[in-house]
């Protein structure tokens, strides 16, 4: 298992297959931020609230020069049921051997009545154009959490 990655840290590279039919890698963001968000499963109720208000605020990002990707390990095809069920407009990538998920170390034991499993923490990652990490988010609360990346984007636009 990889160590958690900081602020101030190189974000890992990734190659990953996306729900728009594309891979996409980090080098794919150079001129832009990136906010990566990773999710424990589509259609759950709380990685539901989080894609949607992201997919909400889409424009906002855009705006501040800054592209939004979801990554969990559910299969292209539940992405799409995903996507079309929730009106999501932004792009989720699938990380089905959880290559990714363990290079950002976001790959964790977690607990859950009792039960002791594998799984994604909840987490979210703001890189800028040089893949540079800004912001990293552990254990994310979904409510108020995109407002918070929101407001951490239009900050740097503010200071630079």
């Known amino acids: 298992m990889n160590e958690e990655i900081t602020t101030g840290a190189s974000a890992p590279s990734f190659n990953i297959p996306t729900s728009k039919e594309q891979n996409v890698s980090l080098e ?3 001129c832009s931020n990136l906010v990566v968000f990773f999710y424990p499963k ?29 990554i969990s390990k559910d299969s292209l095809k539940r992405h799409h049921n995903f996507i079309q069920k929730n009106s999501l407009t932004i792009e989720l990538g699938s990380d089905e051997d959880g290559a990714v998920c363990e290079s950002f170390g976001v790959w964790k034991e977690k607990k859950n009545y009792g039960k002791t499993y594998m799984g994604i ?5 703001l890189i800028d154009e040089n893949g540079t990490i800004l ?12 407002d918070e990346v929101l407001a951490e984007v239009s900050a740097l636009n503010r200071d630079s």
């Open 28 to 30: 794919d963001y150079q």
């Open 135 to 146: 912001k990293a988010w552990r254990k994310v609360r979904v409510a108020g959490h995109v």
């Open 42 to 70: 589509d259609s759950t109720p709380g990685c539901t609230t989080e894609a949607v208000e992201f997919s909400a605020k889409l424009d906002e990002f855009s705006k501040l020069n800054t592209k939004i990707l979801g």
């Open 121 to 125: 923490e909840r987490s979210t990652f």
